[in-house]
């Protein structure tokens, strides 16, 4: 990891902390509603940490060595698969949370420079018509309203031109790039750039609870002769525990401990696949959240597969098979496919030029 990628993160979590959520959150001009939604995030983000290191630690270190007592080749088998599963989680959680989304300012956008650039071209002939008898104070009161750039709109709030696809968020108090929502438990926005780690984490996510529901499963069995028949069984158990608790009968620490693990892992499973299904789903018919909600659907393209590949391709496996990869190399794959554009589109420009001088030797 270069040392100017490590300053680029390092000053983006201190933009994050001291505007985004935790500004507004500490802000005594933060309307009720808006700090409320800002405490929200630091309690589901420490929920989720401690609950994937409590699932992680039971399963590494005490649900597989006693399920596969002497079996110490199933023992590293399924210690590797937990290992890599947590690392999985916390690397695309991390490339998230510090992957830079928001619209940058600079002198295409900025509405100062293009207000005074439009200002001025216009004053120019103006002026000039003064020397004639027009009056000064008429030029002064009528200046031109500046225009937005083609293909960009104006955030009232940023101050500037941002992309159409782009939204303002009070919480993060930027404009987000291709904004899809404001993330809780990550407290932070998903847009263009850490679109695909979000959704790579709530793969990971869903998978890794579901692993860690089942060990917990096996564990329970082993321990206390449990037998699951199915998704009834998670009903009937419920309704067993909480009926032996009405009549008194207290269970082990460690019994309670593994059932409300169990729930949670469950309620894990199914948070981390609808959220990765959901987005599989607007993806492939060309929206975000924020459109979807919306019912906006002008930036579909021909089929579903165009949509899918407008955001995957073959450099994002390695950003899912390598968590750390991108922010530890500093590679971002949506700036290497705009990269690969550009190189492509310039290797195109200086080939056609070549082809007319050969025609015209000819």
């Not at 000064?136 to 309203?145: A, G, H, N, R, Y």
């Not at 438990?185 to 793969?203: A, E, P, S």
């Not at 564990?219 to 608790?245: A, C, E, I, V």
């Not at 460690?254 to 892992?265: E, G, M, Q």
Request: charged share 15%; proline share 4%.
């Amino acid at each position: 990891m270069s040392v100017d990628s490590v300053r680029c993160s390092t000053s983006a979590f201190y933009q994050a902390f001291t505007m985004g959520v935790y500004g507004v959150m500490f802000r005594l001009s933060t309307p009720f509603q808006l700090r409320i939604q800002a405490l929200i995030n630091p309690i589901c983000a420490f929920y989720m940490t401690c609950m994937t290191l409590s699932v992680t630690h039971i399963s590494f270190f005490y649900i597989v060595p006693e399920c596969y007592y002497g079996d110490p080749d199933s023992i590293l088998k399924h210690r590797i698969a937990i290992w890599y599963m947590f690392t999985s989680v916390v690397g695309h959680f991390v490339t998230c949370v510090f992957t830079d989304t928001s619209v940058k300012r600079t002198p295409q956008n900025d509405v100062t420079k293009h207000t005074d650039a439009e200002n001025t071209c216009d004053q120019v002939p103006q002026m000039a018509s003064n020397n004639n008898g027009t009056d000064e104070q008429d030029i002064l009161e009528s200046p031109t309203e500046p225009r937005p750039p083609r293909g960009m709109k104006h955030c009232d709030i940023c101050n500037m031109y941002t992309p159409f696809r782009s939204h303002h968020c009070f919480l993060c108090e930027r404009c987000i790039l291709k904004r899809d929502h404001h993330c809780f438990f990550m407290g932070v926005c998903i847009g263009r750039h850490n679109h695909i780690y979000f959704i790579f984490f709530t793969l990971a996510m869903g998978i890794g609870t579901f692993y860690g529901m089942m060990l917990i499963v096996k564990y329970m069995h082993y321990l206390y002769g449990l037998t699951f028949y199915g998704p009834q069984t998670f009903l009937t158990l419920f309704f067993n525990t909480f009926s032996s608790l009405l009549e008194g009968n207290m269970p082990s620490i460690r019994y309670l401990a593994l059932f409300v693990l169990l729930y949670i892992s469950l309620a894990g499973t199914m948070v981390g696949f609808g959220f990765f299904c959901w987005q599989m789903m607007i993806i492939c018919c060309g929206q975000t959240s924020y459109e979807a909600a919306r019912n906006i659907n002008k930036y579909s393209k021909d089929s579903y597969l165009a949509n899918f590949r407008a955001v995957f391709n073959l450099r994002s496996l390695v950003s899912l098979l390598l968590p750390f990869w991108d922010i530890l190399t500093d590679t971002n794959y949506c700036r290497i496919a705009k990269e690969h554009r550009t190189r492509s589109a310039k290797s195109n420009g200086d080939v056609r030029p070549r082809r007319k001088v050969k025609q015209k030797e000819h």
